[in-house]
């Protein structure tokens, strides 16, 4: 069996859907005819930890992990945080700290001395240690998962190094990627980070994204060779949840995940509002639930119409609990970023709620990727964000029909099956091959 050093950053302990598209290559690849060798970093600072799927892969397939130093402790301290708050995220969820002057200072930090992002000081070292690694035991590919793009970066200098073939996955773009635009960037900065992405580029023999659009985009700015993954769901790790029956006392809406400062929903919630003041039983019978971080202006408003009783906002919870209440609601709410390149982006929970079998209703960009495969699944609807009068008749409609049955019919085909990580996987397997050959 030909062997493959995945290099991939996020993996058990760590939690979230990160974690999700190495987890299931280690754990399928043996299927598709290639032996895992896993490389992640120790004691890295992930911004959640879930020991559900810790044990989710073969236990006797070989991981190396290599130290890594992260700046998350500096950044907490002088901005003010507690050790334990995830600020991975501060460029995507805003809070009342993100406009500080220190947080503001901090981003400009990471911006341009932090280049590809706060993981960089992985790069090198580990770089060596695998050098040595690989000169001493043979594979016959590497693949590399990011962002972050240290992990790909770790990777391209390996194929410079020892000509090896390369791999290279996205599960966000680089420099295309919408909070890009977030960062407190120099020209030199924005000089170097493309710089180092077409060296990455140039080192891949072959390049894999998740959506059809941003392969477009990747082949636009240079990428060759470009192949279309999406990232999927495990039908195993779902079993355990069939017998779950959606809440027959509410018709609940749930969103699951971080949704950040460019996904509010302020139409949706206003909707809600508004709809429990003009539909007899809507403000009795009806929840909007957020599951997971948000962005601060969704907390105010919650707390603002609190005495409807129409919302409800937990704060980041166990994977486990998180897909419970998702199976418990009727219809899972899907919040597209908004921005340009949102055609291409679909989000990982996107595969979460077509294995958990719920109604879908999506709010962003309605030529996108994400609706293509909710109308290809027969699972939702999509709505932009504005449109109101659509979205309360959407939200109208299914309250009635629930109200009426005290459950939401889903009518989902087989076409969802296209999606399982055992069939992505092959996939993957495939494309290895076709470099290795």
């Not at 791999?167 to 020209?187: A, G, N, S």
């Not at 309360?392 to 009635?400: C, G, Q, R």
């Not at 969802?416 to 992505?424: E, F, I």
């Amino acid at each position: 069996m030909k062997k493959v050093l995945i290099i991939a950053y996020y993996f058990p302990p760590c939690g979230g859907i990160s974690i999700i598209r190495p987890l299931k290559l280690v754990k399928h690849l043996r299927s598709a005819g290639w032996e895992p060798i896993l490389v992640t970093p120790k004691n890295a600072h992930y911004p959640t930890y879930d020991d559900a799927l810790i044990n989710d892969f073969p236990q006797d397939i070989e991981r190396i992990e290599l130290p890594i130093w992260e700046p998350y402790g500096l950044f907490k301290k002088f901005t003010s945080r507690k050790k334990d708050e995830n600020v991975n995220n501060v460029l995507v969820v805003k809070d009342e700290k993100t406009k500080k002057w220190k947080d503001i200072l901090a981003v400009f930090i990471r911006s341009n001395f932090f280049i590809p992002d706060a993981r960089k000081f992985w790069i090198k070292p580990s770089v060596k240690a695998l050098t040595k690694y690989l000169k001493e035991n043979h594979v016959d590919a590497i693949l590399t998962t990011g962002p972050p793009h240290s992990s790909t970066l770790i990777g391209a200098r390996l194929k410079k190094k020892l000509n090896i073939p390369l791999l290279v996955d996205f599960q966000d773009p680089w420099t295309q990627i919408d909070y890009y635009k977030e960062l407190i960037l120099t020209p030199w900065a924005d000089k170097y980070h493309h710089k180092l992405e077409q060296f990455c580029f140039q080192q891949a023999d072959a390049t894999a994204i998740v959506s059809n659009s941003w392969k477009k985009d990747l082949e636009d700015i240079g990428a060759h060779n470009v192949h279309t993954i999406p990232l999927g769901f495990d039908p195993e790790h779902f079993k355990e949840f069939e017998n779950v029956e959606a809440d027959s006392n509410f018709l609940k809406m749930l969103h699951l995940g971080m949704a950040g400062h460019d996904r509010i929903p302020m139409t949706l919630l206003e909707s809600v509002v508004e709809l429990g003041k003009e539909v007899e039983h809507f403000q009795q019978f009806f929840r909007l639930q957020f599951v997971g971080q948000v962005d601060q202006s969704i907390i105010d408003f919650i707390e603002k119409h609190k005495d409807t009783q129409l919302f409800e906002y937990i704060p980041p919870i166990k994977r486990e609990e998180a897909l419970t209440y998702g199976k418990k609601a009727s219809i899972l709410l899907l919040l597209l970023n908004k921005a340009d390149n949102s055609s291409g982006r679909i989000p990982g929970k996107l595969f979460e709620y077509l294995a958990l079998n719920r109604n879908i209703l999506l709010l962003g960009n309605t030529e996108g990727d994400s609706a293509d495969i909710i109308k290809e699944t027969n699972m939702g609807s999509s709505f932009d964000y504005q449109e109101k009068e659509s979205i309360k008749n959407y939200l109208k409609d299914s309250f009635n029909v629930w109200l009426k049955n005290k459950t939401l019919p889903v009518e989902r085909n087989d076409r969802y099956l296209n999606y399982t990580s055992q069939k992505l996987t092959k996939d993957f397997g495939k494309l290895l091959e076709s470099i290795t050959s």
